[in-house]
């Protein structure tokens, strides 16, 4: 990437509709890191475009805070290359690694490290001051940050009189105002409590979306990474399992692992009947045979030879009545009809088991009642067993 | 305080009602410390003004004579403010480089050197100026003879015997406090808070003037006042360090105004009250400071503080922590017991030379010191059975129970902390003596006094521990059907045992080592380990001085083992 290529990317993040860019802004590749000897992240690789906003999903002890620090420089890996900016800001191979605090770039952090010996405007005024730029512009920067989460009444305010939705307000502020070149957040959303969160998520998606600045945001909050990314990386035990845009990752589970991790899968196993090329591909469960989305290669079957699918709850459809000649639909008895308020779930006999479906409330079967399930052999996705 | 006086209504109704919300958890604890620490601050307040008889035990008639008197004598007072503020500077240094070591770096050995680092503190200043005197004095010292047989020079390397000798040997023997305080806090700090600052563009120099050092500021500060306080209330070093050189601080200057015949009580109070005003100043002082920083309570929740690796740094470091563990422990344990092996005065390495002698005399022959020993003892479990019991109960009332005056409880009890503990000790004195009861001249005596002054300390030991039990624990344990009783016996005591044993052994090795608190209430009859080995120091001979300081040293060390064990089987559950 040339130098004037770089230049022309960084402007173009400051217009009204930036193109977003293909090349890649932040670029890690073969990245290991290790807790004395104990490996947390096993050769990693992976790209955000300028302006993209980018998750790393997985449960705790998956590795990816770990990745995030080590973009960051909080910790040094073992293996691999970090590229920013087209600067190479990491690489075990050319022996190179940037201190942190020359990387440019800002953090949120889970505990929001509000300073609390400083006031709002302190807080935010610090990656500016420490870049050396004039007070009279820290002080129109600072309180355009603080205005943009609605915090400028709070500038003169001691650091410690704040609420946790303020402190996080507040950090987001301080990660906008130092003109980083990326922002990295490490879980901030998880000391909020629900109802805040949703608040702080659709404002977060709002700010990425105005500054259209290169984020890499950890959570293990699969809903936070749904609503807020462009793209979605699902880590396991240091690894990658799964990389795609949310809706992708969401209807086209790889694994089992990802199926259960994203939204209600019902996991359902059995053996692939053989048919001839071409053929949709049938799965015998029970007394149930279920016709399962088209797919180039069968997945990893488990040790015992049968393979396994994931029927989301959702995709699953419940019927009074049905045309008897439909794939894919078996007379089936509402065993449980547990009420969430927003959705209903029902669990579901049928002849290959017990499913749980999700409807909706004005749409309500009695228990015991017999219904007919349905299940579009698309929503029926063959994926890698454990 | 504030909150008793603050009402200013005379409502008898009010008064009641303020009654009826406090329980006898808060009211009993309040007249205790009323009596036991009030009264004798009273009785030094007014015999500082008394100006008739000296030897009145409550003054007849009043005057500032007797600080007019004290203007003549300043230099007791400056020379106080410079060796207590050149060594809480001193102590405070070394107690940041230190707890940062230890907790902040990745340096080897760090438990180890945990553990050594605490040990000069119990072993006290009374076994370090001895040891410092038989290390440094010019001529004799073990150190300066052997750099004058190494270079043949004429003239001693060090004069321990000097004020910069006694900052010295005070600093290195208080610091273990300053690295217990501060390396709490820094145990306690979110290291997200210097990783942000690191992320925003600070380097490694900036990120600790501007974030660590700030934060760290209420840590630090508390540490230097409560070294302070401690320090102007030191007895040990000064005398045995600065009397030959005819320095005088407060506290020798009250002994000696105490010792002279006739004794001279209304000028000694005097030098008292004026110490306690120095004090209440630093206590304002360091509130006023601390005014706008109320956030110590964000360090409420443990976090496991990032470590850095100090590549080139780490032997320097490496070198500064051996040398301080040289300089406090190794050297004036090693000097005493050669010391206590000699048949003469002189130091001699030759093995044969050497004679356990001095360790039957001061265990076995001589009844003053064989009584020494077992006194401290005994005070020294007693204090730590009374002082634990009261401290857990007024932790207990303080934190769990919904009793009015919790707060004034928990101010009360810190107070003592706030008096250097010799001059507490001679308005304590002064009580005993005017009681109608005969306590005067016993143990028991001793043994309040000691409970007093180290309340503060159980109380933050107690306090602690209290607090880390969840009360739904015990909550817990009524609702599965065991009534009071069982439910302290089957969850409670468990619970707070590790924690009251640690701190029982550290309130024992404390009061087996205190002498400014005992110095004016020992005497015949009543001798303890402290105040003999001063009183022997005086008279009795190096070697023989010394096997009674390392008797007291191997006391604490046995003491420091069990604490290391208690914690040890605590972390291990």
Known sequence: ?386 | MAEAAGGGSSSLAWLRGIARGVSPGVWLPLAFLAAGLGYPLFLLVTNAFNVGDPQALLPVEYGVANFRELFDHLDWIGNTLLVSISATILATVIGIVLAWVLHRTTLPGQRMFEILIAIPYPLGPLVGALAWSALGSPRDGLLNQLYMSLTGSQEPLINIYSVPGIIFVMAIFEAPVAVLMIGAAMQHMDSALEESSTVFGAGKLQTAFRVTLPLMLPAILSAALFLFTSMMGAFAIPTMLGTNARFYVATTAIFVLFQSYPPNYPLAAAIGVVLIVITALAVWLYSRVLKNRTHSIIFGRSYRPRRLNVRGWGPFLLAFECLYVLVSLVLPLGVLALASLQKTGDLSWIPTNWTLSNFHYVLIDFPTTREAIGNSLLLGVGTGTVGIALATAIAWTVHRSQSSGRRLLEQATMLPQAFPRLIFAFGFMWMVMSLPIHLYGTLYAVLLAYIIVFLPLAYRGMSGVVVQIDRSLEEAARVSGANWRRMMRTVTLPLLRAGLLANWVLLFMISVREVSASLFLSGPGTQVLGPAIFSFWDSGGLQRVSALAVVQAVIILIAVVVVRRLAGSKAAE
Request: charged share 25%; glycine share 6%.
């Open chain 1, 1 to 386: 990437m040339s130098r004037v290529a770089v230049e022309n990317n960084i402007a173009s993040r400051h217009l009204q509709t930036p193109a977003k860019a293909e090349r890649s802004f932040i670029e890690v590749s073969g990245l290991t890191a290790a807790y004395q000897a104990k490996v947390v992240v096993r050769d990693v690789s992976f790209s955000v475009a300028a302006g993209e906003h980018l998750s790393l999903l997985g449960p705790s002890g998956c590795g990816k805070s770990t990745t995030l620090r080590c973009i960051a420089g909080l910790e040094t890996p073992v293996e691999g290359e970090i590229v920013i900016d087209s600067e190479v800001v990491f690489s075990s191979r050319r022996r190179v690694n940037i201190p942190t605090e020359k990387r440019r770039l800002s953090m949120v952090f889970q505990s929001y490290a509000i300073w609390p010996h400083m006031t709002v405007f302190e807080n935010v005024a610090y990656g500016l001051r420490t870049q050396g730029v004039r007070d009279a512009e820290v002080q129109n920067e600072v309180l355009r940050a603080l205005q943009m989460v609605g915090m400028e009444e709070f500038a003169h305010r001691s650091a410690t009189a704040l609420s946790g939705g303020q402190q996080q307000r507040v950090a987001l502020a301080r990660s906008y105002a130092c003109r980083p070149k990326a922002i990295l957040l490490d879980e901030p959303l998880s000391n909020l409590d629900a109802r805040l969160r949703t608040r702080m998520r659709e404002e977060m998606r709002e700010l990425q979306r105005q500054f259209q600045l290169s984020t890499i945001y950890v959570t293990h909050d699969q809903e936070e990474a749904m609503a807020m990314s462009d793209r979605v990386i699902v880590m396991r035990d240091g690894r990658i399992e799964q990389e795609g845009p949310p809706l992708e990752i969401y209807d086209h589970p790889r694994s089992r692992f990802v199926a259960d991790f994203i939204g209600a899968a019902n996991i359902v196993s059995g053996r692939v009947r053989q048919q001839g090329t071409g053929q949709p591909i049938i799965l015998d469960v029970e007394h149930a045979a279920i016709e399962c989305a088209p797919c180039a290669d069968l997945p990893r079957p488990h040790a015992d030879g049968s393979y396994t699918v994931a029927i989301r709850a959702v995709y699953a459809e419940l019927r009074r009545h049905t045309d008897p000649t439909t794939p894919n639909c078996w007379p089936a008895t509402i065993e449980r009809r547990i009420l969430l308020g927003d959705i209903v779930t029902y669990v579901v006999r049928w002849p290959g088991g017990k499913l749980r479906v999700h409807g909706f409330p004005n749409n309500l079967f009695d228990e015991g009642a017999a219904v007919h399930l349905h299940v579009p052999s698309i929503r029926a996705i063959l994926v890698d067993a454990d």
